[in-house]
């Protein structure tokens, strides 16, 4: 598999997504480019903007393994990676699975459950593998997990802490859609049938995991010369320079930027990364990472504008 053939499958999928999901492009983009890039993604949007969908037809889309957690106060760490139940008519433990051993995992509404509960997709999430009971589990080369939350209620959620946050590749604000979208969407979701159920808009699988591998390695290959290295460290670098910034990234965010960088290269048919590939993913790869100080938290600073300023202030290669 090549470069073209990343692109060719990404266009696939998005096609397939296109089915049901109305507009919604820089999600899908973002999905595709974590998924190469063997990275998490972390949508954040007001209720009913297809969040859960989105995730949902893209997993039908890519034919994996999936899975769905929804996130609840009471839920426990158990629920989520399994645990061993004794038997008593064989007098043995018997491994029961939980829905995380899946190849992409849906963690619905990922701030309403405590951070004893969140912190259960830390191993997973970082090592694709879980541990209890002394045994690791595997999860898969291609394990990744679309986490979705609320930002508008703040009653009955536990926003979740900063390393479980660095973990994600991506966070996306997913915003309302504009009228022409909206008109789209009364259209194609305000008939009679269950928008809900999307065996309905015929979406088919367009890989499998096999290919996803060999797509995962192909982008891998991707070469990133050292000049471009060096603007990614230059910037991750400048989160924490910056005295609107309390909190800078992590050096995995640079690390992660660079793969995301590479993902982005091969779904436009390159192999290799320019600096547009890396400004064009800044934003999304590092909101989450930084904290605000608290004098541009009290001035109303965005997080988003101090990054986009940032990348605009270093100087990329040519």
Same mark, same amino acid.
């Given at each position: ?155 009955? @959620?536990?926003?979740? =802490?900063? !390393? *479980?946050? #660095?973990?994600? $590749?991506?966070?996306?604000? &997913? +915003?309302?859609?504009?009228? %022409? ?108 990472? @930084?904290?605000?100080? =608290?004098? !541009? *938290?009290? #001035?109303?600073? $965005?997080?988003?504008?101090? &990054? +986009?300023?940032?990348?605009? %202030? ?5």
């Amino acid at each position: 598999m090549n470069v073209d053939d990343v692109k060719t499958l990404a266009n696939a999928i998005r096609e397939e997504v296109a089915k049901a999901i109305t507009g919604q492009h820089d999600t899908v983009d973002l999905m595709l480019t974590a998924l190469f890039a063997g990275g998490h993604i972390l949508l954040e949007g007001p209720p009913g903007t297809a969040k859960t969908m989105t995730a949902r037809c893209f997993a039908q889309a890519l034919g994996v393994a999936y899975g769905r957690i929804q996130f609840t106060p009471d839920l426990m760490p158990g629920d989520i990676v399994g645990s061993n139940i004794y038997n008593f008519q064989t007098g043995q433990f018997t491994l029961t699975r939980g829905p995380i051993f899946c190849d992409l995992l849906l963690a619905d509404e990922i701030n309403r459950t405590p951070p004893k509960t969140q912190a259960a997709l830390l191993e997973a999430m970082q090592e694709h593998a879980v541990t209890f009971d002394g045994t690791t589990h595997p999860l898969g080369q291609n394990f990744m997990v679309v986490a979705t939350q609320n930002p508008i209620e703040h009653q009955g @959620v536990y926003p979740l =802490p900063e !390393a *479980q946050l #660095d973990r994600f $590749l991506f966070k996306h604000r &997913v +915003s309302y859609p504009d009228a %022409q979208e909206e008109r789209a969407i009364i259209v194609h979701h305000g008939g009679g049938s269950a928008s809900h159920d999307i065996k309905q808009y015929g979406i088919e699988a367009q890989t499998d995991r096999k290919t996803l591998e060999k797509a995962l390695a192909t982008v891998g290959d991707v070469t990133l010369v050292d000049d471009v290295v060096g603007y990614i460290a230059s910037l991750v670098r400048a989160t924490r320079q910056n005295p609107e910034l309390e909190v800078g990234a992590s050096p995995r965010a640079g690390a992660m930027l660079a793969r995301a960088a590479r993902a982005r290269a091969a779904l436009d048919g390159r192999a290799y990364v320019i600096p547009d590939d890396v400004k064009a993913l800044a934003v999304p790869a590092l909101r989450h990472r @930084v904290i605000l100080s =608290p004098p !541009a *938290q009290i #001035d109303g600073r $965005l997080v988003e504008q101090i &990054v +986009s300023d940032l990348v605009d %202030q270093t100087e990329a290669p040519r």
